[in-house]
């Protein structure tokens, strides 16, 4: 076969968006049966072979509001997430501006230091930080949920915004600084607003990561504090496990944060190739 | 208009000694110009100067008062730098107020000042523009106008000129000259160009491996060199230098009947530059001197000649624009010994200074 470049270049383009699509259908399929199991009835929920055409219900939706005060979860999952990544802002942009304008000889090694928290498995430490919760009487507290994710995504967003604070031109600092402006006036006037992608995305990405924070949050929390994924994790419970009430439980649980995505879509695309692009 | 101190400044990186035991005075509304080999520490001088470093040692006063622990912030000096380091999410206008406006200055007066400073650079039509919708040229001007605008103590400039290209950088060098003239501020103005330092300066600063070499006005340092080495840096084509012989002592004997009022017979090395060089195309003149023409240049107004003279010490001599001169040949030259230099073993100047009423400001 022998066919010019032009065409080469058609063919190879096609076969890339096929095999694209192929993967992204194979990922997302899990997700699209857990939303088309929601709207089943538990009988045809494990009815084999499983049933493509029915007619959906909305009754377990309804189910998992009367067991368990869906919208207070919500809430709870709300007040962590957007918690916890505020504080951690608050924490890490000063951090990170430090080390990126000012690095010492140690630097590199705080940073290091700082990932391989990450590489501790959670549970290792489960004992003592329930303790600690425990008797500081901040078991089944949103504000303990609040401080340990913001502990535990504080080195990955330090990460995030030292790599954007070190793209800012050594040079403009300095010469906002002969400008007269302050530490606080450089970070106001200059660092943030031109790292201001980079600091929305890394804000979104530890939103969506507290959000989905699980091992905490059930370990942590029981009726007052729980967020979503503690609800989907009590729906596999004693009683069994009730597969259409349970999908319901996690469409409900997942479909926020998909909004929430979807709409800061185009940000997050920026904020993560800011670096590629500039 | 402010005067500036340096004294026994002293700057070590983790194992580098960059600024070696700096002294130096800078008068109100002078145009002063470091210059020197890349990695000289003109940049470093610069920065201490402007508070971006921390002095080691010595201390820096601007109108007398000590500043070395001052913060950069608090210096009320302005810089621009070689990357113009232009705020890029700020239209020209704001990169041109952000100094007034951190220093709380009524918006009226804030906009009047940066009206007048784009007035003088031609900015006008572009005060809403984004720094990289602007050439080269115009984000310089941006960048000057930036400091102008502050109406700062001394203006820091550190080669602001070499990003640009030749013919605009020569148009840039006589409006920052112009600008000098017109703000009469203190200006210190870095730049490894000697050329630039020549045609800007009142005062020129010498560096040489974070020493100061000499300081003086630009035809005091061309006419009288305090080393050899100021003496190769500045000037165009560069000084030659010729090992003393007996043959050069012999002529130097002639030209003075005997006696060496410019002690170059006690030299090592002489300095000569080319206008002091006369070649001579006729072969039969008594010129004294005899090379091979190892490579000619013809810059077209004028003819660049170098020339081997005792197989390997090259001599640049000028030559007229058409002069028929070819690689290869012998040639025969003299020496105008009234102008030549002599440097000793270390590379300093022995001979004393050229007195001529010709040099203007002489220090
Ligand atoms: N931050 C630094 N850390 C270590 N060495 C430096 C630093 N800045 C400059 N130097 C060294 O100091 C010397 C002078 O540098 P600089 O002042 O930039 O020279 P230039 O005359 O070219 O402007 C150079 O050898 C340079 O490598
Ligand atoms: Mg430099």
């Known amino acids: ?278 | 208009m402010s005067s500036l101190e340096i004294k026994k400044l002293h700057k070590n990186f983790s194992n580098y000694h960059a600024i070696r035991g700096v002294d130096l005075q800078i008068e109100k509304g002078e145009f002063t110009v470091f210059v020197g080999p890349s990695g000289c520490g003109k940049s470093t001088l610069l920065r201490l100067i402007a508070g971006l470093e921390v002095v080691t040692s010595g201390s820096i006063l601007l109108n007398d008062q000590d500043i070395t622990d001052t913060s950069a912030a608090e210096r009320d000096l302005a810089m621009v730098f070689q990357s113009y380091a232009l705020y890029p999410h700020m239209s020209v206008a704001e990169n041109m107020s952000f100094a007034l406006k951190i220093a709380k200055v009524d918006p009226k007066i804030i906009a009047e000042k940066v009206a007048d400073a784009a007035e003088i650079l031609q900015l006008t039509s572009l005060l809403d523009r984004k720094p990289k919708a602007l050439s080269g040229g115009q984000r310089q001007r941006v960048a000057i106008g930036r400091a102008i605008v502050r109406q700062p103590s001394v203006f820091l400039f550190d080669e602001p000129l070499s990003n640009l290209d030749a013919s605009l950088r020569v148009q840039m060098r006589q409006e920052l000259s112009g600008l000098h003239k017109r703000l009469k501020s203190t200006m210190i103005y870095v730049t490894h160009d000697q050329v630039e330092a020549m045609t800007l300066a009142d005062k020129v600063v010498i560096l040489n491996a974070g020493n100061v070499e000499q300081v003086g006005t630009p035809l005091n340092v061309y006419y009288n060199p305090a080393s050899r080495f100021v003496a190769e840096f500045i000037g165009t084509p560069k000084m030659s230098f010729i090992p003393m012989s007996d043959d050069i002592k012999k002529l130097i004997a002639n030209e003075y009947d005997g006696a060496d009022p410019r002690k170059l017979t006690s030299s090592t090395w002489l300095g000569v530059r080319p206008e002091s060089v006369t070649l001579s195309s006729q072969l039969l003149t008594k010129a004294g001197l005899t090379g091979k023409v190892s490579l000619v240049e013809r810059l077209g107004a004028e003819t660049l000649v170098y020339i081997d003279y005792l197989g390997e010490h090259k001599i640049t001599a000028r030559a007229d624009s058409l002069a028929s001169i070819e690689a290869g040949a012998d040639i025969q030259f003299s020496i105008d010994f009234q102008n030549v230099h002599g440097f000793d073993d270390d590379g300093l100047r022995l001979s004393p200074d050229v007195t001529d009423n010709l040099i203007v400001g002489n220090v």
Not at chain 1, 29 to 37: H, K
Not at chain 1, 49 to 68: A, C, D, H, K, Y
Not at chain 1, 216 to 240: C, F, K, Q, V
């Open chain 1, 1 to 278: 076969m022998n066919l010019t470049l032009s065409q080469r270049k058609k063919v190879s383009t096609w076969s890339l968006g096929l095999l694209s699509w192929i993967v992204a259908l194979v990922i997302f399929f899990p997700i699209l049966w857990m939303v088309m199991t929601s709207f089943k009835t538990e009988l045809q929920a494990i009815s084999t072979p499983p049933l493509f055409m029915w007619e959906p219900t909305l009754e377990n939706f309804s189910v998992v509001q009367e067991r368990s005060d869906y919208f207070k979860y919500a809430m709870n999952s709300v007040i962590t997430s957007f918690g916890a990544t505020f504080l951690a802002l608050l924490i890490a942009v000063p951090a990170a501006y430090s080390m990126a304008f000012s690095p010492s000889k140690r630097t590199k090694d705080i940073l290091l230091w700082m990932l391989s928290t990450k590489m501790l498995p959670a549970v290792g430490v489960l004992m003592p930080i329930y303790l600690l919760a425990q008797s500081t009487g901040l078991l089944d507290n949103v504000f303990s949920l609040i401080i340990i994710f913001t502990m535990i995504n504080l080195p990955i967003i330090m990460w995030m915004l030292f790599t954007y604070f070190k793209e800012i031109p050594k040079d403009i600092l300095e010469a906002c600084r002969m400008d007269g402006a302050s530490t606080f006036a450089e970070l106001r006037y200059i660092v943030m607003p031109l790292s201001w992608g980079g600091i929305a995305s890394t804000g979104l990405l530890s939103i969506v990561l507290c959000w989905n924070e699980a091992f905490w949050s059930i370990n942590l929390t029981a009726a007052d504090a729980g967020t979503l994924t503690a609800l989907i994790a009590s729906y596999s419970s004693p009683e069994g496990l009730f597969w259409a009430k349970l999908s319901a439980a996690s469409t409900l649980a997942c479909a926020p944060i998909v909004v929430f995505g979807w709409f800061c879509q185009k940000q997050l695309v920026q904020g993560l190739t800011f670096g590629a692009v500039k």
